[in-house]
């Protein structure tokens, strides 16, 4: 067995001394109220009790030394701790024979305590060695118990921390390729426009990087990066973009998962707004539904097609399942009256 620090706290400490005493207490009153009575005790019955309390508590002075040896030693050392056993039992047996003839005078015949060890009276001081010793090992086992439980909920905190992210490392460089190509279509064109996007980018790449460790952000705050991105958007779009909100005001509060907005509008965006026929429009919903917040993303472009669902999707499926298990999903339907309807429900929840 593995040696590990697991020394006694003060409240343990206290709970084996109550123990021992309470042992104590109870051998004291059986021996008072023996029912063969008065003649078989003597006139002054404080030796005994005396003695009992001296027995129980040399037992709570060695509970933590043996307690120590079941953490120190597994059962395959079972031979070292029945010699060790032994020895405590004999030297308690020799301790508490001396005070008895000695010390109380309990015993008027003269002590011989090697010629009682080799008839091997030490047996029931032996029988509490082994009992104290199976607690030790018990509380022992239940102490590593505990640690493995901790250190797999650790792990998996880990690991999930791990996995999410790896999938924000993975929607940073998508997000920034596809920004970066939309700069490139437009140096000839817009030179203004050009030096404008790269601002607004350098602004969000900024923002992202300072908040990536976070796994969640207030909705308005989401929004508000959603922002820069849009204005991003509306460069490209050379006046051929209109973005929409219908927020209420007291889902602003809510938290949700840091940039799970940008590439839901960025799907819209490509595959949507980019190919409607004139302006391309994108309206943007928040609503509190009970213990849910329902966000909607609409475009009005050509639908659901094969290829609609890209990186953005995926990674925001695979976060949300990351970070709130069944409780959230997120969905992409063609919408009755045309274009695509992405909705995010996530449990509503504040930093109140």
């Given at each position: ?60 002075a060695l509970t933590p030394l043996i307690f120590r040896l ?70 022992e086992y239940f102490l590593r118990d505990q640690e493995r ?23 940073n460089p998508h997000f920034l390729f596809n920004t970066l ?172």
């Amino acid at each position: 067995m593995e040696s590990v620090n697991h020394s006694l706290k003060r409240r343990e400490l206290a709970i084996i001394f109550a123990f021992w005493t309470l042992l104590a207490v109870l051998s004291s009153a059986n021996w008072l109220l023996d029912p063969r009575g008065p003649s078989f005790r003597p006139v002054d019955p404080s030796g005994p009790v005396i003695m009992a309390f001296v027995e129980s508590w040399t037992w709570a002075a060695l509970t933590p030394l043996i307690f120590r040896l079941s953490s120190r030693f597994s059962l395959k050392s079972a031979p070292l701790l029945i010699v060790v056993g032994i020895i405590i039992s004999v030297a308690v047996f020799l301790l508490l024979g001396f005070a008895r003839h000695e010390v109380f005078e309990l015993h008027h015949r003269p002590y011989r305590g090697l010629s009682e060890i080799t008839r091997m009276r030490f047996v029931p001081q032996l029988l509490f060695y082994f009992a104290v010793l199976a607690a030790g090992f018990a509380r022992e086992y239940f102490l590593r118990d505990q640690e493995r439980q901790v250190h797999a909920t650790q792990l998996q905190a880990q690991l999930a921390e791990a996995r999410l992210n790896a999938l924000r490392m993975q929607l940073n460089p998508h997000f920034l390729f596809n920004t970066l190509n939309a700069i490139s279509a437009l140096v000839d064109r817009d030179a203004a426009g050009v030096r404008r996007m790269i601002a607004r980018l350098s602004e969000l790449l900024r923002t992202t990087t300072d908040s990536r460790a976070t796994d969640e952000v207030p909705l308005r705050q989401e929004l508000q990066l959603l922002d820069r991105y849009i204005e991003i958007m509306e460069i490209r779009f050379q006046g051929r973009l209109r973005v929409e909100r219908d927020v209420e005001s007291s889902t602003l509060g809510a938290l949700v998962p840091n940039l799970i907005l940008q590439p839901i509008v960025e799907n819209a965006l490509e595959h949507g707004a980019s190919r409607a026929v004139g302006e391309g429009v994108v309206h943007i919903t928040a609503r509190r539904e009970g213990d849910q917040l329902r966000i909607q993303v609409r475009d009005n472009g050509p639908g659901v097609g094969v290829n609609r669902e890209g990186v953005g999707l995926g990674n925001t499926r695979a976060r949300l399942e990351q970070l709130y298990g069944d409780a959230a999903s997120v969905t992409l339907i063609t919408a009755p009256d045309g274009g695509a309807i992405a909705e995010i429900v996530v449990p509503f929840h504040t930093n109140v």
